[in-house]
């Protein structure tokens, strides 16, 4: 390693006293292995530390201009260095305020100081402060790599919903397309009923245009994050009718929806909300996996001030430990491995910036009830 990377590298150590002989030790000391940077009053000490970020800072405590306790004080209510380790020098007869002093200080020495002690507590000071370095490194790698993957999550919990529709979207144009072809095939026949194939075939082409725009319209709303004027009343309908793709909702979930035509519309990504009503649908769907009664009630009003989103089921419920970490990240009551535990947790962050508030009220037998005021 070439010199000029090791002064790279060295670490930072201020001095402050107003004593030039003390400031003359403490570089002495301390120059072979640190670049030592001095002050002679704490005024000074503070514009350093803001400039050069210092790893340690040896501070006196009886200075002019600024005495060592103001200049500590003033040191520590500054986020930028805040965490800078601090030795306390102080004269032997003065022990009231090296206690004082270590209420905001790592350690202390007292004057005159011996040298080895001197340069002792300085390196211990020193790998402390490199081991606080090298940890919020490590924690800011982390949070980024936590952020990464659960972003990389919420886009599978997203691709998830549209996913699970796909056999039911495939056998849904199935049927549609086979109605079709069988009735050409009847009507090529040239047989009395052949106006009556052939309109067959018409709504069959039409119900599976409809299916296809569905799909068309959900992924264009979708791909835009743009703020648009929206109704939640069209996003839930919406929804509804991408859910008549899934086979069990189709056939086995009764559905209760009253939707309230005096809701105002209001600015939003549209995104955000058909995700979230998704998301509140799916749970409420899979909540009754095993309930004997499977109804969903889908209600929303507004009350002059606030828009109201309910949407209850008929499942099993919830114990209040799972209702207690039911926005965790991660948490999941699914025990197969089929869920990310971030459904609820997306919803409640895409809509949060909105001011909505989410409540829940759920009772082990008797079913789930989220409500969303906004």
């Known amino acids: 390693m070439n010199q000029a990377a090791k002064e790279v590298q060295r670490q930072k150590i201020l001095v402050v006293d107003d004593q030039d002989l003390n400031l003359e030790i403490c570089r002495e000391t301390l120059k072979s292995d640190y670049e030592v940077l001095v002050a002679d009053n704490g005024e000074k000490a503070l514009e350093l530390a803001a400039t050069a970020k210092p790893d340690v800072i040896l501070m006196d405590l009886m200075m002019p201009v600024m005495d060592g306790m103001t200049a500590i004080r003033k040191l520590r209510g500054d986020k930028q260095t805040a965490d800078i380790p601090i030795i306390v020098m102080s004269a032997k007869d003065m022990t009231e305020d090296i206690v004082t002093g270590l209420e905001y200080a790592e350690d202390y020495i007292v004057k005159p100081f011996e040298l080895r002690e001197l340069l002792a507590r300085v390196r211990s000071m020193a790998r402390l402060k490199k081991a606080q370095d090298q940890t919020r490194s490590l924690n800011q790698r982390l949070e980024q790599l936590v ?5 990389q999550l919420l886009e599978k919990e997203k691709l998830s919903i ?8 495939v056998h849904n144009l199935s049927g549609a397309l086979q109605k079709i072809m069988s009735s050409l095939e009847l009507a090529s026949l040239d047989l009395p009923d052949r106006d009556n194939y052939l309109e067959t075939a018409l709504e069959s082409a039409l119900e599976m245009r409809e299916i296809v725009s569905t799909i068309l319209d959900k992924g264009r709303n979708e791909q835009s994050l743009d703020r648009a004027v929206i109704s939640l009343n069209d996003v839930i309908t919406n929804a509804l009718h ?3 793709a899934d086979r069990n909702f189709k056939h086995k979930v009764e559905k209760r929806i009253e939707l309230d035509n005096d809701i105002p519309l209001f600015n939003a990504v549209y995104a955000h909300w058909s995700q979230s009503v998704d998301n509140l649908i799916k749970n409420a769907v899979e909540a009754m996996v095993d309930s004997s009664t499977k109804e969903l009630h889908i209600r929303t009003f507004y009350d002059g001030k606030s828009i109201y989103l309910s949407v209850a089921d008929t499942g099993l419920g919830m114990d209040q430990e799972t209702r207690e970490n039911l926005f965790n990240p991660f948490f999941s009551t699914k025990t197969d491995g089929g869920g990310t535990g971030l459904g609820l947790t997306s919803l409640k962050a895409l809509l949060e910036p909105y001011g909505v508030k989410i409540e829940v009220d759920s009772v082990p ?8 005021r906004y």
Do not use: Y
């Not at 952020?147 to 972003?151: G, L």
């Not at 549209?162 to 979207?169: L, T």
């Not at 037998?365 to 969303?372: D, E, I, K, L």
């Open 147 to 151: 952020a990464e993957r659960t972003e």
């Open 242 to 244: 991408f859910w008549e």
């Open 162 to 169: 549209v996913g699970q529709f796909a056999a039911g979207i």
């Open 365 to 372: 037998g008797r079913g789930s009830t989220g409500r969303r």
